[in-house]
């Protein structure tokens, strides 16, 4: 009797304090969601892995870094700044073939095998010297076009064709393209300075540099059509610079955006840009908001200080 006498019983301010804060930690490890709208970002990255991207002419702290390494470390970086909600996949160009290794996934549910699968991606998978790069694009696009949330795309390049493309008979495969629209962006990596291409051979380790007479040349007439304006004068192909202004060119043609690949932020800025973004309804995380009133609850009860209202000083006599 004594037992359920006690029970019966009502609780003090005190305890339905802490019986309150300990029900709401509860609420917060259970993680509750809620369907909220915010803009979110679906993207297949895709890295040009062909030899050109194997020039060290960044640096990651201090130390001289492939354009490959660089671009996918950069990648890395910006993957935690996507809101929950965005979706990121991953693909690879060499030869003239992109080929999509990963399919969009949500970034916050999936962000460490995203990492994993991420670090993976290197020259090794190359399966062809060659780089044309327009028909990578074509194939890029494909590849989101065929895929369920028709993702735009990213496309990690030097812009360096290889063999260079013939002024006379172009190719057409962008004119091509039909169904959905993709949009994306043409990422540009690399030092305007051209610089000399290291020969790796299939299992990563490095042969010297790629000769002159190794590789396909341009004709002299047309050999610097393609280059930046700010870029260095005609030089030969075995050795490579950021082709800006064949990227920008190609960027027109597909609808797409460009930019220099200059550090985390240009990567960013591209990545967040309004444009690309799109509205849908995310289950998002409020275990923050129960745990919050807990925790205030739970300093209200072991600080009683906090709850008191400071004393107003006595009022003085008047003076005569």
């Known amino acids: 009797m004594t037992t359920f006498a006690a029970l019966r019983t009502p609780l003090d301010a005190d305890s339905r304090i802490i019986a309150i804060a300990l029900l709401l930690l509860v609420i917060a490890l259970l993680r509750p969601t809620l369907p909220l709208p915010h803009d979110s970002y679906d993207y297949v990255v895709v890295f040009d892995i062909s030899q050109s991207m194997n020039v060290e002419d960044y640096e990651l702290d201090g130390t001289p870094v492939s354009r490959l390494a660089y671009a996918r470390d950069t990648v890395r970086r910006?993957?935690?700044?996507?809101?929950?909600?965005?979706?990121?996949?991953?693909?690879?160009?060499?030869?003239?073939?992109?080929?999509l290794l990963l399919a969009p996934v949500e970034t916050c549910a999936n962000y460490a095998d995203l990492l994993a699968s991420l670090e993976k991606i290197d020259g090794r998978m190359r399966w062809s010297n060659a780089s044309e790069i327009t028909k990578g694009l074509y194939w890029a696009v494909l590849a989101a076009q065929a895929t369920d949330t028709q993702p735009n795309v990213i496309f990690l390049t030097d812009g360096q064709e290889a063999p260079p493309l013939d002024p006379v008979y172009p190719p057409r495969q962008l004119e091509e393209l039909k169904g959905t629209p993709i949009r994306g962006w043409l990422i540009g990596t690399g030092s305007y300075t051209p610089s000399p291409i290291p020969r790796i051979d299939e299992e990563g380790r490095r042969e010297g540099y790629w000769r002159a007479d190794e590789v396909v040349q341009q004709a002299p007439s047309t050999s610097n059509s393609d280059e930046s304006p700010d870029a260095s004068p005609a030089v030969g192909e075995e050795l490579s610079g950021l082709r800006?202004?064949?990227?920008?060119?190609?960027?027109?043609?597909?609808?797409?955006?460009?930019?220099?690949?200059?550090?985390?932020?240009?990567?960013?800025?591209?990545?967040?840009?309004?444009r690309f973004?799109?509205?849908?309804?995310?289950?998002?995380?409020?275990?923050?908001?129960?745990?919050?009133?807990?925790?205030?609850?739970?300093?209200?009860?072991?600080?009683?200080?906090?709850?008191?209202?400071p004393r107003r000083p006595a009022a003085l006599p008047a003076q005569k």
Do not use: M
């Open 78 to 99: 910006v993957l935690r700044d996507l809101p929950c909600g965005s979706r990121i996949g991953w693909g690879a160009f060499t030869g003239y073939r992109t080929v």
């Open 244 to 274: 800006e202004a064949h990227l920008r060119t190609l960027a027109r043609q597909l609808g797409f955006e460009y930019t220099h690949l200059t550090g985390p932020q240009s990567l960013l800025a591209a990545l967040r840009n309004e």
């Open 277 to 309: 973004a799109r509205r849908q309804s995310t289950a998002t995380d409020l275990s923050w908001l129960p745990l919050g009133i807990a925790v205030a609850l739970l300093a209200i009860r072991f600080r009683p200080e906090l709850r008191r209202r």
